[in-house]
């Protein structure tokens, strides 16, 4: 775990609707939901808030790219979304690459006897736990943080 930075990091899946976030224990094991946001005029506000409740040293943003790791209509959102939350918080954005963890999280859900209509409240969630769960993993494994981050804009 040589290279791997400690402290409560967020996960942010950016849908239409709704906003899954996720959080991490300051040692990075193990990535919880947290919260699902409704994609309005305070989103973004809400998720600082969240940030600065858990004392959160990093945001995870999932890129949702198609298969072919080309960009869609989900990830020019997803890079807006992100670059409002660098905008709005001192605090480290980056973008992390999360082509399954929506349909990781469907797959979960149903697993777990879940159907489509009751898990629609915390599949949000639950694909933030995945992308933040592969953010970690990567991270320890390579020593290097995941992702590419966001530019802070001077304030």
């Known amino acids: 775990m040589s290279g791997f930075r400690r402290g409560v990091r967020l996960g942010v899946d950016v849908g239409r609707a709704r906003v899954g976030v996720a959080r991490c224990d300051p040692d990075g094991l193990l990535a919880t939901p947290l919260e699902t946001v409704a994609r309005d005029d305070s989103a973004v506000a809400r998720i600082v808030a969240l940030a600065n409740e858990y004392s ?5 943003v999932g890129l949702p ?3 072919r790791g080309e960009d869609t209509a989900s990830t020019t959102d997803a890079r807006e979304f ?3 939350l660098a905008a ?4 480290p954005v980056r973008l992390v690459d999360e082509r399954l963890s929506t349909v990781s999280a469907h797959a979960a859900l149903r ?3 879940r159907s489509q ?3 629609r409240s915390i599949v949000d969630q639950v694909a933030a736990v995945v ?3 592969q953010a970690l993993d990567v991270e320890k494994s390579t020593g290097r943080p995941p992702g590419i981050p966001i530019p802070q804009e001077p304030a």
């Open 65 to 67: 790219m198609n298969l």
């Open 82 to 84: 992100a670059s409002a």
């Open 56 to 60: 959160a040293v990093e945001l995870l």
């Open 131 to 133: 992308l933040l769960q």
């Open 117 to 119: 209509r009751s898990s």
């Open 111 to 113: 697993s777990s006897g």
């Open 88 to 91: 709005a918080s001192a605090l």
